[in-house]
């Protein structure tokens, strides 16, 4: 049998889509997803949050029978992805003095414990991935300080400070199918670890995970995280939208969106009007479509012009995108889009999305697929998992600090206290 530390299972609780992914890391160091399973999630999350526990639950069931039957393994303990409405993210930075000139353990603790002591703050949880931190050792950065020889240790920390509900909600719909919670990562950063080459995060990028509800932004450069944020909306303001404009359901305006996409002649002509009649003949074709809807309320038009429902998607995909680019320029990060933007997750992948979002910023932008596993399923290959495979990464690497003694473990420990505790409460308070 292999051991506990070579199998992860890792939880996505989309707004639309839940995702479990059950990965095995072979000794030689190669990464196989042995299964996955989904299930709908509507009505379950929005924007991060559980909105039915219920519902969540049997969702997680779901989508968790599936990835163990496929990969016919059972895992005892889960890592999850967090985002959503209120998460509130940090860098920050604090030095330790290094007593008889070699570092220890005891000092990257408290390093840690210094950086994060002005952002507790009541009601609140405070995470941080051990894939966001930077050390350095004399002001000379290294990957792993224990045992360096030196006077000062720094660290530069990524914290992400999210409401206590959301992460409550989580443990508990975990705990409900008998399983632990081992340890959360912040989305944004998820989604960068699975999609984003070792490239693109040296000489800078962005990438942008667009969900259902929530888009969250990650920017490096040099391998540092330079900022993150989660905004709080997604493709279903495209949906909304469209059925709202063309008077259909919201599940036609979904399948509007997949089947057209945005109009590339509509980001042409917008971008380069004056070559919109010579150069772009594709123009006046698409115009002149026609679509036959077929959940239009009664009295509304049943065929529409395409350039209608090109004219909405255009509009509302673009402003969205002009946020983010707003938030990037607020906050001096452009600079640093020298790889320029990696668009991922389910409305990443929308037709010609990363054109307009090349037109919006005005620097290379792609399409993020997962890319941080050696064998990869093929319905697993796809952006709206970028995040998922990228909690794979994260959960053999914290295992690895974990053996190590570079983090606490706290999954199964801390979920047992937490069980005492109950029990104590119950039955002696």
């Known amino acids: 049998m292999r051991s506990r530390a070579e199998l992860v299972g890792v939880i996505d609780f989309g707004s639309r889509v839940i995702r479990v992914l059950i990965a095995r890391k072979d000794h030689d160091g190669t990464v196989q997803i042995l299964g996955h399973g989904t299930a709908p999630g509507r009505g ?8 039915d526990l219920n519902a969540a639950q049997m969702a997680l069931k779901r989508a968790l029978a ?5 990969a016919r393994v059972r895992v005892d303990s889960l890592f999850c992805g967090v985002n959503g409405r209120n ?12 007593e008889r000139e070699i570092v220890e353990q005891a000092h990257m603790d408290e390093a840690r414990d210094i950086a994060s002591r002005d952002i507790l703050a009541p009601g609140k949880r405070v995470t941080s991935s051990f894939t966001a931190q930077e050390w350095y050792v004399d002001d000379l950065r290294v990957i792993d300080p224990i045992g360096i020889r030196g006077q000062v240790l ?34 944004p950063l998820a989604s960068a670890l699975g999609c984003l080459t070792p490239e693109d995060m040296e000489l800078g990028v962005a990438v942008l995970d667009i969900g259902r509800s929530t888009t969250g932004l990650a920017v490096y450069r040099d391998y540092r995280i330079l900022g993150t944020h989660c905004f709080e909306w997604g493709g279903y303001h495209l949906t909304r939208d469209i059925a709202a404009g063309l008077q259909v359901s919201f599940e036609e305006a979904d399948e509007l969106i997949l089947e057209y996409g945005i109009s590339v002649a509509r980001i042409r002509s917008e971008s380069e009007p004056e070559a919109e009649d010579a150069s772009f003949p594709s123009v006046p074709e698409e115009r002149a479509a026609r679509i036959k809807l077929k959940s239009a309320v009664h009295g509304a038009a049943v065929i529409v012009e395409r350039q209608q429902l090109d004219m909405i998607m255009y509009e509302r995909a673009r402003e969205l995108l002009t946020k983010v680019r707003q938030h990037v320029h607020a906050r001096g990060l452009s600079k640093n889009l020298v790889r320029g933007v ?19 910023f005005q620097v290379p932008c792609r399409v993020g697929y997962p890319n941080s596993v050696e064998i ?21 690497e914290y295992r690895a600090a974990a053996r190590n003694g570079r983090v606490e473990p706290r999954g199964p420990v801390v979920s047992g206290m937490r069980r005492l505790g109950r029990f104590v ?5």
């Open 44 to 51: 379950c999350v929005s924007q991060g949050v559980i909105q």
């Open 66 to 70: 599936m990835a163990e039957k496929e």
């Open 87 to 98: 998460v509130e993210t940090f860098i920050r930075e604090s030095n330790v003095k290094v």
């Open 154 to 187: 720094k660290i530069r920390i990524h914290f992400a400070r999210l409401p206590a509900v959301i992460e409550d909600n989580v443990l508990t719909c975990i705990e409900s199918q008998g399983r632990e919670l081992e340890d959360i990562i912040f989305l």
């Open 342 to 360: 990696v668009l991922t997750g389910g409305a990443g992948a929308i037709k010609n999305h990363s054109a307009l979002a090349e037109s919006v």
């Open 376 to 396: 990869l399923p093929q319905a697993v290959n796809a952006p709206e998992f970028s995040a998922a495979v990228g909690i794979v990464r994260h959960a053999f």
């Open 425 to 429: 409460k119950k039955y002696f308070i």
